[in-house]
């Protein structure tokens, strides 16, 4: 079983607007930790945000928020007023292993399109 | 000067040839990984080490071995390159514990074509 997936290959937006990120995640161990990086056509891989199997709250950073839903094991990246520099590539990933043996885990990516 | 540091950027080399890409690291990590990136298929973990003595398979590890030859450094060779392993190929560190979410810093990427 895949342990992220990314269902949406590619995304357009139009600038200003708000977009959703979709990802799912599979793991039976309960301290986890998920990621989402931005992959810009130079790319380089560019840490967005983090968020713990034991948060309480959904992350957020700047444009950038984590729609954690914990029971659905998901972890959807929203970014609110789209700007054309958002185009890129965006991975999530997920820390996950027991005591000091821990891997992160990536999915295929989602290509977002910002729209003039 | 980037914290993660990847030689060389890019490289074109002929199937059979050995090759190694070279990482090293200025932020005192103990925890170092090799990912490879395909198109359609994401970051797919070669090898990561947790410290000097510890050297751990990946996902995909075949056909590649590593060498940790300091703290700071992270080496991956390919023993006889075949064009499967045209990639982009990412060094990346880590710590985790305290504040530490296990955070992955990347280098800027080795694009490998095998010809």
């Known amino acids: 079983a895949q342990k992220i997936t990314q269902t949406q290959p590619g995304m357009f937006v139009q600038e200003k607007e708000a977009v959703t990120l979709d990802c799912t995640y599979d793991?039976?161990?309960?301290?986890?930790?998920l990621f989402w990086y931005k992959q810009p056509s130079s790319g380089e891989m560019i840490f967005l945000i983090y968020?713990?199997?034991?948060?309480?709250q959904n992350a957020t950073e700047g444009r950038y928020s984590l729609n954690f839903q914990k029971a659905r094991k998901s972890a959807n990246l929203v970014i609110s007023a789209s700007q054309l520099g958002d185009s890129a590539m965006y991975f999530c990933?997920?820390?996950?292993?027991?005591?000091?043996?821990?891997?992160?885990?990536f999915g295929i990516g989602t290509k977002l399109q910002v729209i003039p | 000067d980037a914290d993660v540091t990847q030689t060389p950027r890019n490289r074109i080399t002929k199937t059979g040839k050995r090759i190694m890409l070279e990482c090293s690291q200025t932020?005192?990590?103990?925890?170092m990984y090799w990912y490879r990136q395909d198109p359609g298929l994401g970051l797919r973990l070669i090898y990561y080490?947790?410290?000097?003595?510890?050297?751990n398979k990946g996902e995909i590890s075949d056909g590649y071995s590593v060498s940790r030859q300091a703290q700071a450094k992270f080496s991956l060779s390919l023993e006889s390159a075949i064009p499967n392993q045209t990639a982009l190929y990412f060094c990346?560190?880590?710590?985790?514990?305290?504040?530490?979410?296990?955070?992955?810093?990347f280098g800027e990427g080795s694009r490998l074509t095998v010809l």
């Open positions: 793991t039976s161990d309960p301290s986890y930790g």
């Open positions: 990933a997920m820390r996950e292993g027991a005591g000091g043996y821990q891997k992160v885990t």
């Open positions: 932020k005192g990590h103990d925890r």
């Open positions: 080490s947790f410290d000097v003595k510890d050297i």
């Open positions: 990346a560190t880590s710590d985790f514990g305290g504040a530490n979410t296990g955070e992955l810093f």
């Open positions: 968020q713990g199997s034991y948060d309480q």
